[in-house]
C-alpha cells in the first residue's frame, strides 16, 4: 500500500515563503508524475503542479513563477517551495502520485494559512 505524508504547512502572513514536504513510502522516481493540489473551503480541488519522471515541471497560472516543485529520491520526498505567498494561496495542500495502470494516490493533505 502507498502512502503519501506531507508535512510543513501553517500559518504566514502575505508575502512570506513556507516549503511542503511529501514523503512516499516507496521511490518517489518510481511514479510517472508527483504533484500537488490545493482545496480552499468552499472551492472544488485545483491542481497546483507537476513534475513528470524526466524531471521537467508544470504549474498552474496562478501559482508559476512564486511556486517550485522538487523532488529528492534519496528521500523519497516531494517538495513544494511556496513564496509571495497570497491569502487567496490560503487552502488545504495534497500531494499526489501516479503512473499509468496504477491507481491515483493522494496524501492526507496539510492546511496552509496565509494572513494578516
Known amino acids: 500500500q502507498v502512502q503519501l505524508v506531507e508535512s510543513g504547512g501553517g500559518s504566514v502572513q502575505p508575502g512570506g515563503s513556507l516549503r511542503l514536504s511529501c514523503v512516499s513510502s516507496?521511490?518517489?522516481?518510481?511514479?510517472?508524475?508527483v504533484g500537488w493540489y490545493r482545496q480552499a473551503p468552499g472551492k472544488q480541488r485545483e491542481w497546483v503542479g507537476h513534475?513528470?519522471?524526466?524531471?521537467?515541471?508544470n504549474y498552474a497560472d496562478s501559482v508559476r513563477g512564486r511556486f517550485t516543485i522538487s523532488r529528492d529520491s534519496a528521500k523519497n520526498t516531494l517538495y513544494l517551495q511556496m513564496s509571495s505567498l497570497e491569502p487567496e494561496d490560503t487552502a488545504v495542500y495534497y500531494c499526489?502520485?501516479?503512473?499509468?495502470?496504477?491507481?491515483?494516490?493522494w496524501g492526507q493533505g496539510t492546511q496552509v494559512t496565509v494572513s494578516s
Open positions: 516507496i521511490s518517489i522516481v518510481s511514479f510517472s508524475s
Open positions: 513534475i513528470y519522471t524526466g524531471g521537467n515541471t
Open positions: 499526489q502520485a501516479m503512473s499509468i495502470g496504477t491507481p491515483i494516490y
